[in-house]
């Protein structure tokens, strides 16, 4: 299912997620409060609708960024302590360490790539599964040190700047503009 939720491959899909826009502005709401959406998985759905719903439905806008705080704020509250992440499966687990590399914030960028090398945690070393998973995560370009590399670096996403109207500075600029570094972008 991965090229269906990421690489908008599945019209079916991507009509869903753009329909959501009530749900997600429900969710968003710092009002909102229904005791199915404080369990552990209730807060994930919400993680998923703040996160990568909100990326589909205002896709090329800046309303695609607009839940990225509470979308971390949620991640954080299930990856410390015991908010429940490792008993999260690893795909439920990889969509948290999603949402935190999504953040403009070095700290929830260093936890993305923390929690990242536990996507596998629990499986048993050597079993199918164990393989499946890091051979998955590991194939995918970027993850998880992309994001956190760029975050080091500018403070920022500069490939951001032009959607919520910030100027780029020229350093910025070359970045964006280097051939290998935007082939290998992950897509958010």
């Avoid at 009530?22 to 909102?32: C, G, H, N, R, T």
């Avoid at 596998?120 to 998880?144: I, K, R």
Wanted: charged share 20%; proline share 5%; aromatic share 10%.
């Amino acid at each position: 299912g991965w090229r269906r939720w990421f690489f908008g491959k599945d019209l079916m899909f991507d009509i869903v997620q753009r329909n959501s826009t009530p749900l997600i502005e429900k969710v968003a709401d710092p009002s909102f409060s229904l005791a199915v959406w404080q369990t552990k998985r209730g807060v994930l759905a919400r993680i998923l609708l703040l996160d990568q719903f909100t990326r589909c439905a205002y896709r090329g806008t800046a309303q695609a960024l607009a839940h990225d705080e509470l979308a971390c704020k949620l991640a954080r509250q299930l990856a410390t302590g015991d908010g429940g992440y490792q008993a999260l499966l690893p795909v439920e687990r990889f969509f948290v360490c999603l949402a935190l590399s999504h953040a403009e914030s070095l700290a929830d960028s260093k936890l993305h790539v923390e929690l990242a090398a536990t996507l596998a945690d629990g499986l048993s070393a050597g079993s199918p599964e164990h393989a499946a998973v890091n051979g998955y995560f590991g194939s995918l370009n970027g993850f998880p040190n992309e994001h956190f590399e760029t975050i080091r670096r500018f403070g920022r996403f500069p490939h951001r700047n032009v959607l919520l109207g910030r100027p780029s500075t020229a350093e910025e600029i070359a970045w964006l503009s280097h051939p290998p570094h935007v082939a290998r972008r992950c897509p958010e």
